[in-house]
């Protein structure tokens, strides 16, 4: 009998620095995922103001991308580093689901999107809209998103969906993410890290979190939620080999 093998292609994010929206967009795009798609992507949302930049640098030594969203039209031009957690500022928009979900249709019936994309986005979403609800003890349906409602984390999910799906790798292992400890400040006081949003993905999701001595959160409610909703397993094969790999760089700077 000739021995068949089947050599399987798969995603796998290191989560061991954190993760956050804008870092998972620039490591995919470091990966080679489609520029121009997401541009278009971008220019589909229809939304005023709004451009991203991405560049070449390096932290600590090492070289990645670094990717920013810039909207302009609110207390002057303000960048949107979706770091900033649970702090809410006054000039980001609230926004409930069923209106982020309209915004996302406007792209793909701009056929900006594919339905792939389009579902990968709603699902990441949809994700952190649970655990907020669950977070606040309201309905789904009746959260404001605060950081997650603003235009820079539409971009950046819908961004990441639409990279996601130019690679077409339907596997993703994330082994597990790195966390930060100490408290954040928020509109609701101290809140203990991992922030309730983060803890309550991990745990409908079974992500495993390593909490580190590292003062700070390293793990944004939206880097959770997309790694709930693409991951398909925990762990790596017992040998692989590396085809391509890509370096997002994030905006904080833990040392």
């Known amino acids: ?78 960048v949107h580093s979706h770091e900033e957690g649970y702090v809410e500022h006054h000039h980001h928009e609230h926004r409930h689901l069923s209106e982020v979900y309209e915004i996302l249709d406007r792209a793909a019936n701009a056929g900006a999107v594919t339905p792939r994309a389009l579902e990968i986005a709603k699902k990441i979403f949809r994700i952190i809209a649970e655990a907020e609800a669950k977070a606040h003890g309201v309905p789904v349906e009746e959260v404001h998103f605060h950081e997650v409602g603003a235009v820079d984390s539409i971009v950046d999910i819908l961004a990441v969906a639409v990279l996601a799906d130019d690679l077409g790798i339907e596997n993703c292992i994330v082994t597990g993410l790195n966390e930060g400890s100490g408290f954040v400040e928020t509109q609701h006081g101290q809140l203990p890290i991992p922030v309730p949003a983060v803890a309550h993905i991990a745990e409908a999701a079974g992500i495993v979190l390593h909490i580190t001595e590292t003062k700070g959160e390293m793990v944004t409610p939206t880097g959770a939620g997309i790694v709930a909703a693409l991951r398909t397993q925990e762990t790596l094969p017992a040998s692989y080999k590396i085809l391509k790999s890509g370096v997002g760089l994030g905006k904080r700077d833990f040392g």
């Open 1 to 78: 009998q000739p021995l068949i093998t089947i050599f399987m292609k798969y995603l796998y994010f290191d989560g061991s620095c954190g993760i956050s929206g804008d870092m998972t967009v620039a490591a995919l795009l470091g990966l080679g995922a489609s520029r121009k798609k997401l541009d278009a992507a971008i220019a589909g949302l229809g939304l005023e103001g709004v451009h991203v930049h991405v560049e070449h640098a390096s932290s600590y030594s090492i070289a990645g991308l670094s990717f920013a969203v810039h909207v302009h039209g609110h207390d002057a031009d303000h």
